[in-house]
DNA sequence: ACCTGAACACCGTTCAAGT
DNA sequence: ACCTGAACACCGTTCAAGT
């Protein structure tokens, strides 16, 4: 029943199914997914837990950037695998039962590394920002038109020098918009940037904290 | 017409109202919608244009870092009084023809900073990051009951010195989910916070962009 | 206890018929 | 050209009736 739903989930994302798809996979009527699991939004909570229990938490004895910057990295991989998932987990945090451990594994690295007091706002800020992203990417793989119809937009902005910010802008999405390839190789480089950008931010906060 | 839907925007969010209200509000039926409008995309670009050149933008002569700080702390400021905007201003980026002069503002103060070529990467891990927190915490206004769950769950583990990172988070939301306006107040500290990491992010490679 | 099948109250969207 | 009102093909969810 759970594994119909993340089945679903992985073909067609967690908003990409319905109650009447989810019970005909199973060869069941609607009614019986309310019988033994639950309304929509339980058997959502049964995909995501499974999701992040399926998340690989990086080795206990990885100095704190590493850790994070793998689990952030390889958490991507697996999240994008099943669209929709980021954006809620964005949402619910560590009401999903598996992502406690998670949590408490990720502050613990922080609060070693020194962090102290500051190391829960600083997990909340890491795995929002990156969440959030992996569901931006969810979004465009869930509806390609989004970013084909930037792409056009910005196409016709290319030799503006009313707006040079702009031309540029238009400029690198020229480069990278050609084929689907291109594409996927620029959204894990933009999402390993991300990460770096976020580690490094949280790198200036460690060195102000250890200074004093 | 367009005002109605974003005074229903304004009141429900852009995921909370239905054509059938919004036909309701100017007292016709819902098929005047699509005569004059269209479908109910083209109501929500009609909303996110009108949003959009309703955000303020700081002016010229200011120092990038107080530009960009200014743009995004403002423009949460008034994207929040529209739920459900931000998300989509996330995933659209210049579609949205407002956009346009704003994206073409930011990436050149970025690159009077001094970023070169990387300002149009810059641009988008700023207004990106900062768009989808805010949809973060739109999800957050349009159902409370997700946060109270969340605190429900991480009281029950605030005193367990098996897990001291999931503690520490735990006591963090005690401090700030006792009442309405210090979760209010929270939620600005935190987005200032996320800001702030982002620029010091940002600032680091501007650092290593000019040494060389 | 579990499944069946219909029903309810909604959606967004379309369309022939009116004026 | 614009409005009317019904209809279509969907949703999630509920429920009495069956086994």
């Known amino acids: 029943m759970v594994d119909a739903a993340i089945r679903l989930t992985e073909e067609h994302g967690l908003d990409g199914w319905t109650i009447r798809q989810l019970a005909a996979a199973i060869r069941a009527w609607p009614a019986v997914v309310y019988h033994h699991v639950g309304d929509r939004e339980a058997v959502v909570d049964a995909v995501l837990q499974s999701v992040v229990a399926g998340m690989p938490v990086p080795a206990d004895d990885l100095p704190w950037r590493d850790w994070w910057h793998r689990f952030l990295v390889d958490g991507r991989a697996t999240l994008r695998r099943y669209r929709g998932v980021a954006r809620r987990l964005a949402t619910r945090g560590p009401t999903v039962p598996a992502m406690l451990a998670i949590a408490d594994h990720g502050i613990r690295v922080l609060r070693r590394a020194g962090f102290g007091a500051e190391s829960s706002d600083v997990y909340q800020v890491l ?47 020229h480069r990278t918009c050609n084929d689907q390839e291109t594409l996927r190789a620029r959204d894990e480089w933009f999402f390993g940037y991300a990460v770096d950008r976020a580690l490094d931010a949280v790198q200036v906060r460690l060195d102000i904290l250890t200074a004093k």
Do not use: C, I, K
């Open 127 to 173: 795995v929002s920002s990156s969440f959030l992203m992996v569901a931006l990417e969810d979004e465009w793989a869930a509806d390609p038109s989004l970013r084909s119809r930037t792409a056009a937009v910005l196409a016709a902005h290319r030799d503006r020098e009313d707006m040079p910010g702009l031309a540029a802008l238009a400029s690198l999405w």
